[in-house]
């Protein structure tokens, strides 16, 4: 096992911390859940889809949360008042609580959830503003300039 220190970064850059806190988080994977399974699929150039396995879940005991750059997904099975008992005699369903987190990149939004046959499908698709996306920049000549000038001095 390796361990990376990464404090010098932290002193000669700025605004990067959170990107350090998603290494710091990969390195420690040994004490991540494996409950329950998912998949990860990329279904378009910018769009993805989580699939979890809920096997016995319904939609009451499931909650999807976006908050920031994090998707929380819970899982919690609500007990039925007035239900009868039953005794089981091997339990290989798992239907305990569970909580699980996925970090999103930026521009990156939750545009639907749907529940099938046992899997959780959450639908991602990265929309980036037109601001931040490339653009062309077209070259005047001389004379275009002193017009965009004389443009700016008459606003002002």
């Not at 998949?39 to 699939?51: H, V």
């Not at 959780?120 to 004379?143: C, F, N, S, W, Y």
């Amino acid at each position: 096992m390796r361990h990376f220190d990464l404090s010098p970064l932290y002193r000669s850059t700025v605004g990067f911390d959170r990107l350090f806190n998603l290494l710091d988080q990969a390195s420690n994977s040994e004490t991540a859940p494996s409950y329950p399974p998912y998949n990860i699929e990329r279904t378009a150039e910018n769009a993805y889809r989580i699939t979890i396995a809920v096997a016995g879940f319904g939609e009451g005991d499931l909650s999807i949360e976006s908050k920031e750059n994090a998707l929380t997904v819970k899982g919690e099975k609500q007990s039925v008042d007035g239900a009868e008992k039953r005794e089981v005699l091997h339990q290989g369903i798992a239907a305990r609580a569970f909580e699980r987190r996925f970090q999103l990149a930026d521009y990156v939004q939750v545009t639907g959830a749907s529940l099938e046959n046992g899997l959780l499908h959450i639908d991602l698709v990265r929309e980036i503003p037109e601001a931040k996306k490339p653009r062309q920049i077209a070259i005047g000549t001389g004379g275009s300039a002193k017009i965009l000038e004389a443009k700016v001095a008459q606003a002002a």
